[in-house]
């Protein structure tokens, strides 16, 4: 009989019809299926297996081979929305690594048992290195305070810690995510906690470094083509002289301006609403966490994080990510017009333009042989495109905070971190593949300076404004040369022409 009974309970171990579940049934053949069943095999089953595990609502079914719990995978069956390409960002995960670590940090302070504190935080930070990330499913379009995340780190973290400390996964014990990993802390102030963490690291690592590669490379062409001069347009027409050095010394300031506006609105960002709670009052915390946390979370980013002075604005609104936002938007601005300018400049080869030469990347047509296109202007005029976009989206996020939460946190947090990562990344794309590349076309450039009919505004001291406009009109109507009508109008001499028509002396003041 007991032969039979082990046999039967071996027989439903290998069937896995639920072996991970970690209530056996009563009598003999549970007593025996327990006996029998490896004492890692909740962590170490199929990637076919689930264990069961609870939250509020009731047990559900949780893969064997991942780390998140019950509120994770409810989250999952109530929000399919998107698929993967819809998924929480990474940085957003990584920023809550970080700051579940800190928090755990502090909690050791505050009386949090060494042990548990410990694996926490080497849990987190497994979270914050991106070694854990399969195990974060969630997509952005979820609740609007980012609950789901939150307790879906806090599931991860938990679960890891417990099998780092030899526990059972989904026991909650030694390790539980509630009453540990997020203790002291509510979604409604790590998530927008973690928002600020990702938006800083991102622009430090991404968006600086890219718009200041994409600044020097242009003032390097500004200064190559210092003595290059040509016509100069307002309007899409013909205006007066300038250098091509100081056309692109104009991209140089604002490319300049761009990232001084961008790190203008980071002493918001780095304010931190952790210590804040469910509406800002601290609610089941110590005096002394937040600024803590905030001083844990800069010494492990190298950024100068503190806790936010009023923590009833960093809950309820985000304007500091609008502003961040705002900042990127006309950054966005200022390389559409970089990149229009610079690939009408280009255009041609023969009927365009044609006083800049860009590089040549890639073939640019399937039907019309040799043609080449100035692709990196049509991307990164694309990706300003998407900024803007994203910005209007940011907006309307941040406007739409009611009473003491914003609602809109994970859709501002994604839109601002894609607006960062595609302007840094196109900035360094554009400078590697385009700028430094470029060539000025000086043969087609004096071309079309010296047949231009505004260097006529030189005349304007000495002949008057009337005198010097009935000059170009009537040269563009014959299709003749400025210094021939001049002279065939009889308002000067070939010699006054030559003195007084000078580009080199049309580009500044006297």
Request: hydrophobic content about 40%; glycine content about 8%; aromatic content about 6%.
């Amino acid at each position: 009989m007991d032969r039979a009974l082990r046999l039967l309970a071996r027989s439903r171990f290998l069937s896995c019809a639920p072996a991970s579940d970690p209530r056996p049934g009563p009598g003999p053949a549970g007593a025996a299926l327990l006996l029998l069943r490896p004492p890692n095999v909740v962590r170490m089953a199929s990637q076919n297996s689930f264990r069961i595990e609870y939250d509020t609502f009731g047990e559900l079914k949780v893969p064997n081979d991942k780390y998140y719990g019950a509120q994770t995978v409810r989250s999952t069956m109530n929000f399919k929305i998107g698929g993967v390409t819809e998924r929480m960002p990474i940085p957003v995960i990584k920023a809550f690594g970080i700051l579940k670590r800190a928090a755990a940090e502090v909690n050791q302070d505050y009386g949090l048992d060494p042990k548990i504190a410990n694996a926490i935080m080497k849990a987190a930070d497994e979270v914050a290195e991106g070694k854990l990330n399969d195990h974060f499913p969630l997509v952005v379009w979820q609740t609007g305070s980012g609950t789901q995340t939150n307790m879906n780190v806090n599931e991860v973290i938990s679960n890891r810690a417990i099998e780092m400390l030899g526990g059972q996964l989904g026991s909650k014990k030694p390790v539980h995510p509630n009453d540990h990993v997020n203790k002291s802390q509510s979604s409604n102030d790590t998530f927008p906690t973690a928002m600020h963490i990702a938006a800083a690291v991102e622009v430090h690592e991404v968006l600086l470094p890219g718009l200041q590669k994409l600044h020097d490379a242009l003032d390097a062409k500004s200064k190559e083509f210092a003595q290059i001069i040509k016509i100069g347009r307002t309007h899409t027409q013909d205006a007066v002289p300038l250098t091509l050095g100081q056309e692109f010394s104009g991209y140089v300031q604002q490319v300049k301006y761009a990232t001084t506006r961008i790190k203008g609105a980071m002493p918001r960002i780095y304010e931190l609403a952790a210590g804040g709670t469910a509406v800002g009052t601290g609610l089941n915390t110590r005096i002394g966490f937040a600024e803590k946390v905030a001083a844990k979370v800069a010494a492990l980013t190298g950024l100068p994080f503190v806790t936010a002075p009023n923590k009833f604005e960093a809950l309820a609104a985000h304007d500091a990510l609008v502003e961040l936002s705002g900042a990127m938007n006309t950054a966005a601005c200022s390389l559409m017009k970089i990149a229009n300018d610079i690939r009408f400049l280009g255009s041609g080869p023969r009927s365009g333009l044609g006083e800049l030469i860009l590089p040549e990347n890639e073939p640019g047509s399937s039907i019309m042989p040799g043609k080449v296109n100035p692709t990196q202007c049509e991307a990164l005029t694309m990706v300003a495109a998407q900024v803007m976009g994203n910005h209007v989206a940011i907006t309307i996020g941040g406007s739409s905070g009611h009473f003491e939460l914003n609602v809109f946190k994970p859709l501002m947090i994604k839109n601002v971190l894609h607006s960062a990562r595609l302007l840094g990344d196109a900035s360094v794309s554009f400078t590697e593949n385009c700028v430094v590349g470029i060539q000025a076309n000086t043969e087609r450039i004096n071309k079309l300076m010296n047949e231009s009919l505004m260097l006529v505004t030189a005349l304007n001291p000495h002949i008057g404004y009337d005198k010097a406009a009935k000059i170009a009109k009537t040269a563009h109507k014959n299709g003749s040369t400025l210094k021939a009508t001049a002279i065939e109008l009889g308002y000067l001499t070939a010699e006054q022409f030559d003195e007084w028509v000078k580009p080199k002396d049309m580009l500044g003041p006297k």
